[in-house]
C-alpha cells in the first residue's frame, strides 16, 4: 500500500469518524462513495468494507459517549439491533445477488431520498427560527 493510498484513506477515516461522532453518520454516507470513487473498489467491497470499519469503533467509542450523556435508548436500540441482525444478513445476501450498477442504483436514490428530506426539514427550521 502507498503512502498516498493510506494518506487518502487517513484522511477518509477521519472524515467519516468525525461525521459519525457529529450527527451518526459515516459508513454509508462517506465510506462507500469514498471508497468507491477515490479508491476504486467496486459497490461490494466498499460495503463490505465499510461494515468492517463500523464494527468496533461505533460500539466501543462512540456510543459510550453518548450512553455517558444519557443519550441512548437502550430498549429501542435492543429492539432495533436484534432485528437489524437479521435484516443485515437478508441485505448482505440480496445486495451481492443484485448486478453492481443495481445496488449503485438503489444506493443512490436512498442518498438522494433522504439528503432532500434533510434538507427540507433544516429550511423549515431555519425559516421557524426567523420569526
Given amino acids: 500500500m502507498s503512502i ?11 472524515a467519516a469518524g468525525i461525521l459519525s461522532g457529529m450527527v451518526g453518520i459515516g459508513g ?3 465510506l462507500v462513495p469514498a ?6 473498489l467496486n459497490q461490494h467491497q466498499a460495503q ?10 461505533v460500539l466501543v467509542l462512540a456510543v459510550f459517549n453518548y450512553w455517558k ?19 443485515a444478513l437478508l441485505g448482505s445476501k440480496l445486495t451481492l445477488r443484485l448486478p453492481e450498477a ?9 442518498m438522494a431520498y433522504v439528503s432532500i428530506q434533510l434538507i427540507l426539514a433544516g429550511y423549515h427550521g431555519i425559516k421557524q427560527d426567523e420569526l
Avoid at 498516498?4 to 477521519?14: A, D, P
Avoid at 463490505?48 to 469503533?57: A, D, E, I, R
Avoid at 450523556?69 to 437479521?86: P, Q
Fill in 28 to 30: 454509508g454516507v462517506v
Fill in 69 to 87: 450523556t444519557g443519550n441512548v435508548n437502550w430498549r429501542f436500540g435492543l429492539v432495533i439491533a436484534s432485528t437489524f441482525v437479521i435484516g
Fill in 35 to 40: 471508497l468507491v470513487f477515490l479508491l476504486g
Fill in 4 to 14: 498516498q493510498t493510506i494518506l487518502l484513506l487517513t484522511v477518509i477515516g477521519l
Fill in 48 to 57: 463490505g468494507t465499510s461494515l468492517f470499519v463500523l464494527s468496533l469503533p
Fill in 102 to 110: 443495481w445496488v449503485k442504483l438503489i444506493f443512490g436514490l436512498l
